[in-house]
């Protein structure tokens, strides 16, 4: 039985009376004003939640112990002595027992059902040796029938000192399987040589547009492909069954459950080289199929490839954004570059391991400019990946030449990642009203291979600048990049704060660490502002929908210390949806 038992609401006041005095000074502090209800009729909830220290995310009540809730939405919240009143013979009652709530997170950025599908391939994220790297694969071809393709990734090279996986490294094992493993970032993908051989890369392979082939130094392919250069062998891996996907969503969203996650960011299948009907196939095939089945789980806001801006708009103008209270269409993402460990990212200055590399500019400015002019006017919301501090800076200029054209209203152009802005591009975000959609975790992979490739002087005066965005007004929204990596707000949100990597002692570039308070709200109530759901989800505010997350610490005082906590239940819409 669920430790968090229904009551009656008599016995809950007499527990809430008897633990009111346990809670922390600092709460009791912050109960101010008693009490904030939404006007509705028949105010009879159906859950009345108390005896916590619920963090709201909204400013005009920041903390509360008690919240009620009636069809799926939030109608009061304050103390409990107020929002009893809203109880009846039919209400349920929540003992939190003292334990801290917060917003349910949103997570601003993933792809969602390559999650789901990676979870079920050859998993390689925090392999730390080829010899456990060639393992997997190994154990993969035994389950595996002659020919079918060997699919998986998550690696991550630095892990094992820095030097790039090869086919060779692999071919003794996989002789009668092509093989295709995509780097962590999603911007480099290892294939062996019956994969190479299948698709007719040779060394006589010319790079395309915006990729790589990756060669020895006699000119050999070594089995990489960065980028663009991924689109030579993508079309030839065998299309996923509608029902793979459809698992591989109900897969993902357990997992974000568990993790406290109610709403995503899904940015879909769409990688450099890939192709832009994936993201539409998903929603026509799973999405809709979920939403109309009532096998939704979370809520999923939906970007698109900027390239297909028009099919969008004109979807958008027949059912407008939101589709249900699980399906949300957002807009349309583009890449400017590629991946710091891929060596893709654009940058003003070389690589210091490699001095002619500046990094790849994967689309041509000029057709990402006159597309995202036409999605702008035609009213969808831009997002653009940059990693890179040129590419941040190119798409920071393409955004201001837009917007002195179509005119300035509340477009919230995202730049997907910034993870590494120059001397004064902070200050941009801030001025013009750019969105920055950032993943802490990356830091947690990025901080010693970031010191070698791009020197520790560069590297510390521009990586991760959470404080410097927030200090020039910059609106943060916070994700993972699953799967990228881990789907874990509490694990991005103690980064966020902590900006401590594995293995060091030390904070790295203390002076951009952020609180828990911000960290909290960049992952609740400014997520959502940054997709324009700020209306329904993102705090614990009268209206909104009852998306909330039971923690598993009882003192406000030690999570903003340490942010040390785990995920006890997860509510989506008022009703317990993990575990």
């Known amino acids: 039985m669920n430790i968090y038992v229904a009551i009656s609401a008599t016995i809950a006041l007499a527990l809430s009376i008897f633990s009111f005095p346990l809670l922390n000074n600092f709460y009791l502090l912050k109960l101010t004003p008693a009490t904030t209800t939404t006007t509705t009729t028949n105010l009879e ?15 005009s009540l920041l903390f509360a112990d008690s919240m009620a809730i009636k069809n799926g939405r939030i109608v009061s919240v304050g103390n409990y002595s107020a929002v009893q009143q809203l109880a009846a013979d039919g209400t349920n009652v929540l003992n939190l027992q003292g334990k801290v709530v917060v917003p349910g997170f949103i997570d601003s950025h993933v792809h969602f059902i390559p999650g789901g599908l990676q979870m079920a391939r050859v998993k390689l994220r925090g392999v730390n040796h080829k010899d456990e790297f060639v393992r997997r694969v190994k154990e993969a071809v035994k389950n595996s029938k002659k020919g079918s393709w060997i699919l998986g990734g998550g690696w991550n090279n630095d892990l094992w000192g820095g030097n790039l996986p090869m086919a060779s490294w692999i071919d003794d094992i996989t002789p009668h399987n092509p093989v295709w493993l995509s780097r962590m970032d999603g911007h480099m993908g290892l294939a062996n040589s019956v994969a190479l051989q299948l698709v007719g890369i040779t060394n006589l392979s010319e ?41 591989a969503l109900l897969r993902a969203s357990n997992l974000a459950l568990s993790r406290g996650v109610t709403t995503v960011v899904d940015f879909g299948r769409y990688y450099p080289g890939e192709s832009v009907q994936l993201s539409w196939e998903d929603f026509a095939d799973v999405y809709q199929w979920a939403s109309y089945s009532e096998k939704m789980k979370i809520r999923v806001c939906l970007f698109f490839p900027l390239e297909t801006w028009s099919s969008l708009a004109d979807l958008i103008n027949k059912t407008g954004h939101v589709l249900s209270d699980w399906v949300y269409l957002g807009g349309v993402k583009a890449f400017a570059d590629g991946s710091l460990g891929s060596n893709s990212a654009l940058f003003h200055e070389p690589y210091a391991d490699e001095p002619h590399n500046y ?24 997002a653009i990946h940059a990693i890179g501090d040129r590419a941040n800076d190119l798409v920071l200029d393409m955004y201001k030449s837009v917007v002195a054209t179509t005119g300035k209203r509340d477009q919230r152009f995202r730049i997907e990642h910034a993870q590494h802005l120059a001397s004064g591009t902070a200050a941009r975000f801030g001025d ?44 943060l929204a916070l994700g993972s990049d699953w799967p990228v990596a881990d789907i874990n707000p509490l694990c991005a949100i103690r980064t966020a704060m902590k900006r401590i990597p594995p293995g060091w002692d030390n904070a790295w570039i203390p002076s951009e660490r952020i609180s828990l308070t911000d960290a909290l709200i960049a992952h609740t109530l400014s997520a959502a502002r940054a997709c324009f759901l700020e209306n329904d989800v993102g705090s614990l505010s009268p209206g909104k929908i009852a998306d909330f997350v039971i923690l598993s610490t009882s003192s406000w005082e030690d999570f903003a210390a340490e942010a040390s906590a785990s995920i006890e239940a997860t509510y989506v819409s008022g009703v317990q949806a993990y575990p």
């Open 45 to 59: 909830a159906d859950l009345v939640v108390t005896n916590g220290v619920i963090f709201t995310g909204d400013d």
């Open 207 to 247: 790079d395309p547009n915006g990729g790589t082939i990756m060669k020895t130094s006699s000119g050999e392919p070594t089995g990489l492909l960065i980028d663009a250069a991924m689109k030579l062998i993508l079309p030839w891996i065998p299309e996923v069954s509608v029902d793979e996907r459809r698992e």
């Open 359 to 382: 990094g790849l500019q994967v689309m041509e400015l000029e057709s990402l400019l006159s597309m995202t002019m036409a999605s702008d006017k035609s009213g969808l919301q831009v």
């Open 432 to 475: 013009q009203g750019i969105v920055a959609s950032m993943q802490p975790q990356h830091l947690l992979d990025d901080a010693d291979s970031a010191r070698k490739k791009l020197g520790v002087d560069r590297a510390e005066r521009e990586s991760y600048l959470f404080q410097s965005l927030l200090a020039n007004n910059a609106l």
